[in-house]
């Protein structure tokens, strides 16, 4: 058998092979489809009825099965495109609307105590997201003000007919106050914490709100700056052991098959290395696992403020731009641009080749898989409806983390590889909590290989004939061998010479 990759590689791995895993279902196998006996105008009037019931779960399935059920049909009647396409924007109204109304159902609720929880802000939520994407793609068509539905009147809402654009707007009224009102994870201020950084600067829509971004990504460097240098020294130092590590391999590795022979062997030895100078092989992932709940937190600061950023502009992002070589191009901050979200991916990959690998036994497939990682994360982007403006913050990011491991890589001097164990200086220094684990399951180990040796031993005596170390036949295993005579019969037992 070869020699193990590093722990960082294999929880890698694992993460990339199940994310491929989840991808390849989601892609490839999709949702089943069941027939429905229905026609397309009997599931329309069951979409009309949970209008107006405000059954906001059980629309959105009914609504799938519409959509497959009047597309074949029409295609099959020879409808135009553009007519089926209104039809389907329509039924996705039906289904935006109701969400929408049944948020504002749960919240009268709540306000006149009825209900112990308010699920307003998370519904209209939905309704706001199950609305975004075909916003996204018909926004500068026609159809997006021309298309109608008719609705039963709620609330505030006494509208009997709407429109894509009309629905849209009530959304975005709705839910930019609560956005502002409402704390991210229920104590954060995530809106007022993004609103304080684009005044720094007036709020200015040219400048302010993508400079925002640019110091958001600062403070949030600024804040993961220990660990990040923790993991890439000790990414240095995983370096500086990996010669040492070569000779293990060497000294195990069998010269015909040129495989380790003893893998257990050659463990205990990799890992009483790392413990002779006091590394923990598993400590590159916990920077990473800590750094993870701080960029959700920005990214929902984000998402509360992302009504605002409709009103900030950078670059090529602006109202006055509609595409660029047939590309889309979002007016604001606040829609999705796809060349921003490219450049990105640009800046993952660029950062991914930067930082070397801690394994230079396992250089290429450390970079493949880095890759891998980069590729699959900016291709997944462009299918997911989000803010250019966390983009941005994104793409500044990758730039500093890719200075960062350039200062720490080509700028800063290694550390040095110390034995934590020798005695300098008369005293013994003292040991890491890691070598003291370390040790303990190397004793373990240890123990455990005695007592299979201990049991394989006494497995070769049996009652009965057996054989000793020399190959001599022994006529009894409990007996000892002097007790015969060289004929095998007894030494008492023997004529004595005359």
């Not at 400048?207 to 990414?235: D, E, H």
């Amino acid at each position: 058998m070869s020699s193990r990759p590093a722990p960082r590689s294999n929880f890698l791995q694992i993460l990339l092979i199940t994310a491929l895993i989840f991808m390849g279902i989601q892609l490839f196998m999709g949702p089943q489809r069941t027939a429905d006996p229905r026609s397309a105008d009997q599931i329309w009037t069951s979409l009309q009825q949970m209008n107006r019931d405000l059954k906001d779960v059980s629309i959105q399935s009914e609504f799938m099965k519409w959509e497959r059920k009047y597309t074949d049909t029409a295609k099959a009647n020879k409808v135009p495109e553009s007519e089926i396409q209104d039809k389907i924007l329509a039924g996705a109204l039906l289904v935006a609307d109701t969400k929408f109304k049944s948020g504002l159902y749960r919240d009268q609720l709540f306000k006149e105590g009825k209900a112990t929880q308010n699920y307003a802000f998370a519904k209209i939520t939905r309704a706001y997201d199950f609305l975004k994407p075909r916003f996204e793609t018909n926004y500068t068509l026609p159809r997006w003000k021309n298309v109608e539905v008719e609705v039963t009147p709620f609330g505030p809402l006494t509208a009997t007919t709407i429109t894509p654009d009309s629905l849209y707007n009530s959304l975005v009224a709705d839910l930019s106050p609560r956005n502002k009102a409402e704390p991210v994870f229920g104590f954060i201020p995530g809106y007022q914490f993004i609103d304080a950084l684009v005044k720094l600067t007036g709020s200015a829509p040219g400048f302010s709100y993508a400079f925002a971004c640019f110091i958001l990504a600062l403070i949030v460097r600024a804040i993961i700056w220990p660990l990040a240098q923790k993991q890439l020294m000790w990414g240095r130092q995983m370096q500086q052991l990996q010669p040492m590590i070569k000779e293990l391999e060497a000294k195990h590795k069998d010269p015909k098959t040129k495989q380790v022979r003893d893998q257990n062997a050659y463990s205990q030895e990799v890992f009483g290395l790392y413990g002779k100078y006091g590394i923990n092989p598993f400590a590159g992932c916990w920077p990473a696992l800590i750094q993870l709940p701080l960029f959700l937190t920005v990214y929902q600061c984000m998402l509360h403020y992302k009504f605002e950023f409709t009103k900030g502009v950078f670059a090529w992002i602006n109202p006055s731009s509609t595409t660029f070589l047939g590309i889309p191009i979002a007016p604001n901050l606040g829609e999705k641009d796809m060349i921003l979200i490219a450049i990105y991916g640009v800046t993952m990959i660029l950062a991914t080749f930067t930082t070397p690998v801690s394994d230079i036994t396992q250089a290429k497939q450390q970079r493949l898989l880095g890759l891998s990682i980069a590729v699959i994360f900016s291709i997944s982007m462009f299918f997911i409806s989000i803010p250019s403006a966390f983009v941005l913050y994104w793409t500044f990011t990758n730039i500093l983390s890719t200075a960062q491991s350039f200062i720490a890589y080509r700028l800063l001097p290694a550390p040095p590889l110390v034995e934590v164990s020798t005695t300098v200086g008369g005293k013994v220094a003292k040991k890491s909590k890691f070598m003291e684990l370390m040790e303990q399951a190397q004793r373990q180990a240890q123990e455990q290989e005695n007592q299979k040796q201990s049991l394989k031993n006494s497995n070769k005596t049996i009652e009965g004939e057996a054989v000793d170390k020399d190959g001599k036949a022994k006529r009894n295993g409990n007996v000892d061998s002097s007790f015969f005579g060289k004929s095998g019969t007894q030494k008492g037992n023997k004529k004595k010479k005359k």
